[in-house]
T-cell receptor, first 114, second 118 residues
Framework: AQKVTQAQTEISVVEKEDVTLDCVYE???????LFWYKQPPSGELVFLIR??????QNEISGRYSWNFQKSTSSFNFTITASQVVDSAVYFC???????????FGTGTQLKVEL | DTEVTQTPKHLVMGMTNKKSLKCEQH?????MYWYKQKAKKPPELMFV???????INESVPSRFSPECPNSSLLNLHLHALQPEDSALYLC?????????????????FGPGTRLTVL
């Protein structure tokens, strides 16, 4: 069975702080895909990144960076110099086994205050 | 055009009403999805269409009836809903189909329809 754990239910930071959102996944499959999505208050889920299990390279995109570690089954997401516009719910998701069915974590609510 | 559109944005309906939610994408994606999301919860998959055929039905009650008229459109017909069906309904699409090979493409989501059942 697949499982995604986002242990941080809610995080509050002050603008310009760095913040890391944790994601731990469980699967017995050797081929799998990991995703992060952002859901602002407007409701739409915005795709941020996809990573497959054979690519452990970390990725940086502007203020966003992702750290994928198979040894600890983690795919953590860091926002550098956070901004108020980063306030949203962030979901980590796992895809494996075909069918394009994703297993979502419970989400982390990030609040960035001035 | 990298957008998934959904109409209406908001819908209020009684338990005896029949209504439909609509979703459209023009990205050439061949897989389309319906999700239901309750407040403070992750999205729950309801249906997947792959190449216009229903490939996944997550044991959704028959009062929800999906339809895929063509590769760009996805509808969700609603009939005799219950108040507990009130939620945000999200449509998504992804490149390729939802085959068993396990190559997951990112899903692009629409803004959702916020449904209230009275």
């Amino acid at each position: 069975a697949q499982k995604v754990t986002q242990a941080q239910t809610e995080i509050s930071v002050v603008e310009k702080e760095d913040v890391t959102l944790d994601c731990v996944y469980e699967t017995r499959d050797t081929t799998y895909y990991l995703f992060w999505y952002k859901q602002p208050p407007s409701g739409e889920l915005v795709f941020l990144i996809r990573r497959n299990s054979f690519d452990e390279q970390n990725e940086i995109s502007g203020r966003y960076s992702w750290n994928f570690q198979k040894s600890t089954s983690s795919f953590n997401f860091t926002i550098t110099a956070s901004q108020v516009v980063d306030s949203a719910v962030y979901f980590c998701a796992l895809g494996t086994g075909g069918g394009n069915k994703l297993t979502f974590g419970t989400g982390t609510q990030l609040k960035v205050e001035l | 055009d990298t957008e998934v559109t959904q109409t209406p944005k908001h819908l209020v309906m009684g338990m005896t009403n029949k209504k439909s939610l609509k979703c459209e994408q023009h990205m050439g994606h061949r897989a389309m999805y319906w999700y239901k999301q309750k407040a403070k919860k992750p999205p729950e998959l309801m249906f997947v269409y792959s190449y216009e055929k229903l490939s996944i039905n997550e044991s959704v009650p028959s009062r929800f009836s999906p339809e895929c008229p063509n590769s760009s459109l996805l509808n969700l017909h609603l009939h005799a809903l219950q108040p507990e069906d009130s939620a945000l309904y999200l449509c998504a699409s992804s490149q390729g189909g939802s085959g068993t090979s396990g190559s997951y493409n990112e899903q692009f989501f629409g803004p959702g329809t916020r449904l209230t059942v009275l």
